[in-house]
C-alpha cells in the first residue's frame, strides 16, 4: 500500500497471447498524476489491453508498468491501488445496489456496521440514494454506471480503469454521463484513464489523448494538439476534421515547398523548422475541413490563398450550424469542406456545380511521413 | 421427472396467459382442438396415479381392481405395521439415506465441473464425451458390469457402495449438463470485477459464484435427488442385500395382492412432491430475497 501517486509510466510494454503477434507492442507513456487520459482507437489496436495490463488483469509479456514510482508488473489490482469500471459494469446480479458498493470494504473483513455507512456516504455521492436498495436489473443504464463508478472509486484507487465506460448508453446520456465523469475525476482528484473509440468522447474528456494503431501508440498529446495537429496520415483520418492530400514535391524554395498535383499548378506548403523535405518526395499534407473556403470559378480568391483546386460538389449533408460540403477534389480520397451556416445559404451550393476549393497557405500542414520511423514519445 | 415438469408448468404459466388473454368469445376452432388434446395428455400423465392413489384409500374389503371397497386409511397403517408386505421402513431410509448422498456428491461435482469447463483445456472434448457416453449406457447392463466388478474384487455389493456409484454414473452426467447451461449464462467479468476489489478467489465462490448460480444448484440438487430416488435399473444388481424403496417396491408387486402396495404408491408420490415443492419453493424464496434489500 506504499503507492499514493497515480502517475503512470509505461516502458517498452509489450503483449503477445499467442506467442507471436504483439497485441501491444512497445508502448512507451507517462501519464501525470490527476490526469484524464483518453486511449482511442479502432477495435483490436491494443487499447484494452493495455488498460487490462495496468489494472493487473494481464500480464505484459515484456516491460514495465510504472505506478507512482513502482513497479506493480504481477501486484494484484487491491496492491496497485487502481480500480477498474468494466465495460458492462459487472454489477454483482444477486446484491443490492449497497452491497455492489460496499463489496469491497466486505472482502477486506471490515465490520457491517462500518461498510454500509461507507457505501451510503459514496451512494449520496453518485446521487442513488433512493435506489440503494435496489437490484442492477432495476437500475437504468445511466444509474448503473454510477454504482459502478461509485463500487470503483470506494476502493480509494489512484489510477481509476474505465473500459468503453458510455458505449452502452444512448446519445444524449452518453453526454451527460460524460460530463458526471470529468466531475468525479476532479472530486476525486486522481487518475482516470478511459478507453473509448468515439473521437468527440476523447477530446472532450481528455487532458492526454493516445491514439493507437496496431498495438503502437501513433500520437500522444493534448486533444487540441491530436486534433489540430496530427502527427500523420493515420491519426488525421481516424480523429477526423482533417483533409488529407499527398503529392511529389516539385519545388523547395525557403519557406515552403510546392506538391505536385495532376489537375493544377500544385499545393504551396509552408516548411516547419524541423522537417527535411526534398524535391522528389512523396509528402502527405493536412488542411483542416473548416480552413476551406469555396469560390466559384472566376471569383477572385480570399486573401492569402495561393491555391486553389477544381472540384464538383458529390455531396450535401446539413449539420445545423455548419454544412458538411463533400467534393471529388483528390481521386481516390475523401474532400470535405465545412462551411458556415450563413455563409453557404448566402449562395447555395447544389450537388453537382463546380467550385474552387481553397485555403490559407499557413493552414496547410505536412504530415510526418509514412516510411519515417515512429517517434518516441 | 414428469411431474417436475408439469408442476414447473402450473407455476409459471399463470402470469403469461394472464399478460397474453385474448378477448373471450370468438376463438378459432383450433383452440377446443387443442385444448381437448390436452385435457387428453393430461389424462394420459396422471389417470393411472391417480387410479392408484384411489385404490390405497379403500377399507379391510379392498382389492387391487376397481370398484372400490369402502373409504379408510387401513391400507397405510397395514403398510407400517405388517412385517408381511416387507421392509418398507428399511427400505425407505435407505433410499433417503443413499438419494441424500448422491445429491451432495452431484451438486459438489458438477458445480467443481462446471467451474472447470469454463476454460478449454487438453482432452476436454474426451472427458466431456466419456462422461454422456455413460447417460446412453443401458442402466441394466451398467448395474449387472458394477455388480460383476464388485464380485471379481471380492467386495460386497451394498446400497452404499456399488449402488452408490452406480447411481452416480447416472446422475453425474444429467448434473453436469444441468450445471453446463446454468453456468452458459455466468458473466466472467464478475469474477474480474471481484479480483479487482481485492476478493480472494475462495471469496470470490462464496460471495459471487455460488449466491448467483443458487437457484441453478438447487435444480441439480433436485435432479440428483429425483433421479436416485427413483433409480430402479442400476441399482438392481448393485444394492446387495439389503433393498432400497424401488427394488422393495418391485418385488412386492411380485408378492403382495394388496391395496398396502397402492399406499406405498401414494406415500412414496406425496414424498416426491414434497421434495419438489421444497426445492421450487427455495429457487422462489432465492429470488424473493433478491427482490428485497437483504444483505446477502
Known amino acids: 500500500m506504499a503507492i499514493e501517486r497515480g502517475d503512470i509510466e509505461l516502458a517498452g510494454v509489450c503483449k503477445s497471447f499467442d506467442g507471436v503477434t504483439n497485441v501491444v507492442d512497445g508502448v512507451n507513456l507517462k501519464i501525470a498524476d490527476g490526469a484524464y487520459c483518453c486511449f482511442i482507437g479502432p477495435s483490436g489496436c491494443g487499447k484494452t489491453t493495455i488498460l487490462r495490463m495496468i489494472a493487473g488483469h494481464e500480464d505484459p509479456s515484456a516491460g514495465e508498468i510504472v505506478i507512482g514510482g513502482q513497479n506493480v508488473v504481477g501486484l494484484a489490482p487491491v496492491q496497485r491501488r487502481t480500480a477498474m469500471m468494466f465495460q458492462s459494469y459487472a454489477l454483482f446480479p444477486h446484491l443490492t445496489v449497497r452491497d455492489n458498493i460496499a463489496f469491497a470494504l466486505r472482502v477486506r473483513g471490515m465490520s457491517r456496521g462500518d461498510r454500509l455507512r461507507a457505501a451510503d456516504a459514496m451512494i449520496e455521492k453518485v446521487r442513488l440514494t433512493s435506489f440503494a436498495d435496489r437490484l442492477p436489473a432495476q437500475l437504468s443504464g445511466g444509474q448503473q454506471q454510477r454504482v459502478a463508478l461509485a463500487r470503483a472509486a470506494i476502493t480509494e484507487p489512484r489510477v481509476l480503469l474505465l473500459d468503453e465506460p458510455l458505449s452502452a448508453l444512448d446519445e444524449q446520456l452518453r453526454v451527460q454521463m460524460r460530463q458526471e465523469l470529468r466531475r468525479m475525476q476532479r472530486e476525486l482528484g486522481i487518475t482516470f484513464i478511459h478507453v473509448t473509440h468515439t473521437q468527440l468522447e476523447a477530446i472532450a474528456l481528455a487532458d492526454l489523448v493516445v491514439v493507437m494503431e496496431h498495438g503502437k501508440i501513433k500520437q500522444a498529446g493534448a486533444a487540441r494538439d491530436v486534433y489540430a495537429h496530427p502527427h500523420d496520415r493515420y491519426v488525421a483520418e481516424f480523429m477526423g476534421g482533417q483533409n488529407v492530400l499527398s503529392g511529389r514535391v516539385e519545388k523547395v524554395n525557403g519557406a515552403s515547398f510546392t506538391l505536385a498535383q495532376a489537375a493544377s499548378d500544385g499545393i504551396e506548403v509552408p516548411l516547419q523548422a524541423r522537417a527535411k523535405v526534398s524535391i522528389g518526395d512523396q509528402v502527405d499534407i493536412a488542411v483542416r475541413r473548416d480552413d476551406i473556403a469555396l469560390v466559384r470559378p472566376g471569383q477572385a480568391l480570399p486573401e492569402g490563398c495561393a491555391t486553389s483546386l477544381p472540384s464538383r460538389v458529390l455531396a450535401i449533408e446539413y449539420q445545423g450550424y455548419f454544412v458538411k460540403v463533400m467534393l471529388d477534389t483528390v481521386p481516390d480520397d475523401e474532400f470535405v469542406a465545412y462551411v458556415p451556416e450563413r455563409t453557404f445559404f448566402a449562395d447555395p451550393l447544389t450537388v453537382g456545380d463546380v467550385v474552387m476549393a481553397t485555403w490559407a497557405t499557413c493552414s496547410a500542414r505536412p504530415l510526418a511521413q509514412r516510411s519515417v520511423a515512429q517517434r518516441e514519445f | ?296
Open chain 2, 1 to 296: 421427472m414428469s411431474a417436475v415438469t408439469a408442476d414447473m408448468r402450473d407455476t409459471i404459466a399463470p402470469p403469461s396467459t394472464k399478460a397474453i388473454a385474448p378477448s373471450k368469445g370468438n376463438r378459432p376452432w383450433t383452440f377446443y382442438a387443442l385444448a381437448t388434446l390436452f385435457a387428453l395428455y393430461v389424462l394420459a400423465l396422471y389417470g393411472p396415479m391417480i387410479c392408484i392413489y384411489i385404490l390405497s384409500f379403500q377399507d379391510i374389503r379392498g382389492g387391487l381392481v376397481f370398484p372400490m371397497k369402502g373409504q379408510s386409511l387401513h391400507w397405510f397403517v397395514d403398510l407400517f405395521t405388517q412385517v408381511r408386505t416387507g421392509d418398507v421402513k428399511g427400505s425407505f431410509d435407505r433410499s433417503i439415506k443413499l438419494a441424500v448422498i448422491v445429491t451432495i456428491i452431484t451438486v459438489v461435482i458438477s458445480f467443481l465441473a462446471g467451474l472447470g469447463f469454463r476454460k478449454r483445456f487438453w482432452g476436454d472434448g474426451v472427458v466431456f464425451y466419456m462422461m454422456i457416453g455413460s447417460l446412453v449406457a443401458p442402466g441394466l447392463v451398467l448395474g449387472l458390469g458394477t455388480g460383476l466388478l464388485f464380485q471379481a474384487l471380492g467386495l460386497n455389493a451394498s446400497w452404499y457402495t456399488s449402488a452408490l456409484g452406480a447411481q452416480l454414473s447416472w446422475t453425474l452426467p444429467f448434473g453436469v449438463l444441468v450445471m453446463f447451461a446454468v453456468m452458459s449464462r455466468y458473466n466472467r467479468a464478475w469474477d474480474e470485477a471481484a479480483y479487482d476489489l481485492g476478493a480472494s478467489r475462495w471469496q470470490t465462490i462464496w460471495l459471487v459464484i455460488v449466491p448467483v448460480l443458487a437457484p441453478g444448484i438447487v435444480a441439480v440438487a433436485l435432479f440428483g435427488f429425483t433421479l436416485s430416488y427413483d433409480e430402479f435399473a442400476r441399482s438392481l444388481q448393485t444394492a446387495g442385500s439389503l433393498n432400497t424403496l424401488p427394488l422393495e417396491i418391485w418385488s412386492m408387486t411380485l408378492n403382495v395382492t394388496s391395496p398396502s402396495l397402492y399406499a406405498l404408491g401414494t406415500v412414496t408420490t406425496i414424498i416426491s412432491f414434497i421434495v419438489i415443492g421444497a426445492s421450487l419453493g427455495s429457487i422462489v424464496l432465492i429470488q424473493k430475497r433478491r427482490g428485497r434489500a437483504a444483505e446477502g
